[in-house]
């Protein structure tokens, strides 16, 4: 999938004129790439929609029209861009009590370390892989960037609508799974064929 440039974006005044119409378009596309596994516990992919959005929006919020502050936000952006046979997602654990952040984030110590979370293709797991630096011992943020790496072997079963796929999740107490929608298959099958 190609990466962000300068280009794909339009200047802040530009972007309030069509932001409503492309706000509307982007929150229909991240409908098909949005999983709610558990109640708190949510997964949306990200491609480049989904990013050029969150960049405008930064843009937008932040009142940034410096090219060189730009170019930083679209780097960092960039990072999440998934690479050949990937997915790439922004996992978000939810909390809407305030008082209730810290417990709720400490029974989730630890997934980040091993197979806690995982895609499954038919008889095949693939398991996300987490961005480092996002968890200690003792802390845990509520926002990790994660990639499945779809072996080529078995990319072409992601494609194929007799396959069974679902996202899963055992964490302590904490497990589900949930089958991949036939909109959510079509939409991720088209980030496979980009790559």
């Known amino acids: ?21 492309f706000r509307r378009e982007v929150m229909e596309h991240k409908a098909h790439r949005r999983v709610q596994l558990g109640p708190e516990i949510s997964i949306t992919f990200e491609d480049r929609k989904t990013l050029i959005f969150q960049i405008q929006e930064m843009m937008r919020t932040e009142r940034m029209v410096r090219e060189e502050v730009i170019q930083e936000e679209i780097d960092i952006y960039n990072t999440l861009i998934p690479e050949p046979s990937e997915l790439s997602a922004t ?15 400490h029974k989730f110590l630890g997934l980040t370390d091993g197979n806690s979370l995982w895609l499954q293709l038919d008889d095949h797991t693939v398991y996300a892989q987490f961005e480092e630096g996002r968890s200690q011992e003792d802390r845990i ?12 072997d078995i990319r ?14 055992a964490h302590g107490d904490y497990q589900y799974e949930v089958p991949v929608s036939e909109d959510m298959r079509e939409s991720l099958s088209a980030d496979l064929v980009l790559n």
């Open 1 to 21: 999938m190609d990466k962000i440039t300068q280009s794909n974006l339009v200047d802040i005044a530009q972007y309030e004129r069509t932001r409503e119409d």
């Open 91 to 105: 996992l978000f654990i939810e909390i809407t009590e305030s008082d209730q952040i810290r417990e709720k984030l």
């Open 156 to 169: 072409e079963r992601f494609h194929d609508p007799s396959s069974d796929i679902k996202f899963c999740i």
């Open 141 to 152: 943020s509520s926002v990790h960037y994660i990639r499945f790496q779809i072996p080529l």
